[in-house]
């Protein structure tokens, strides 16, 4: 009894199915005869004149023409928005004024001094009468007339003649040794110098004659 009933079930799904589908496949045919209400049939409707005058126009089209132009014209490439929307503008440079270049005045100048001769400046000439004195080498002053004889000696071994003048020094009595005299200053320097070189310390003294 309930397979009799089962199989009735099943029967009853698989006609209800059939029906169903039927139904749905009319309806599709129906939908598709109908005319679309929001469709303008009209629009791409054309008038004869307007196809007529473009059928002519293609019959006689030269796909050259275009390149063809006036003589000596160019043709400028086609720069569509893609082809540079992309780079930035260029940025114009600041206008800026020439500066004038003012040479150093050092600069001159040394370039002045480096182009001319360097001459050498000659001493300033001596105004000085060296006929009105003479000049002595003093290598010493001593309190003790036997410090100034061990002076002299020392000067006298060094290869000089030296002598000891005697004079008075707030009330004192010193002693001098002296090499001299020579009638030239430059004489007497040079011998300084020497005396210097070898420990001897000297001065040069002028004396009017």
């Known amino acids: 009894m309930k397979t009799r009933q089962t199989g009735g079930t099943l029967a009853g799904i698989l006609i209800g199915l059939v029906i169903g589908l039927g139904i749905a496949i009319v309806v599709a045919m129906v939908v598709s005869e109908m005319p679309t209400p929001f469709i303008n049939t009209t629009a791409n409707t054309r008038p004869s004149t307007l196809d007529s005058t473009e059928a002519e126009r293609n019959r006689v089209w030269n796909p050259n023409a275009p ?9 400028k490439a086609d720069r569509t928005p893609s082809a540079w929307s992309d780079a930035p503008d260029p940025i114009p440079e600041p206008e800026t004024e020439p500066v004038a270049v003012v040479p150093d005045a050092l600069d001159a100048l040394a370039a002045q001094a480096a182009s001319s001769p360097s001459t050498p400046t000659p001493p300033p000439a001596s105004t000085v009468n060296e006929g009105a004195y003479q000049y002595f080498v003093q290598v010493g002053a001593f ?3 036997s410090d100034a004889n061990a002076q002299r000696a020392r000067v006298t071994m060094s290869g000089w003649d030296a002598h000891i003048t005697q004079g008075t020094q707030h009330g004192q009595p010193i002693y001098r040794v002296r090499v001299g005299p020579f009638n030239r200053s ?3 320097g040079n011998l300084k110098q020497k005396l210097d070189g070898q420990g001897l310390d000297s001065t040069v003294l002028r004396q009017a004659r």
């Open 67 to 75: 390149l063809a132009g006036a003589p000596g014209a160019t043709v």
């Open 186 to 188: 430059a004489d007497a």
């Open 143 to 145: 309190r003790s007339q």
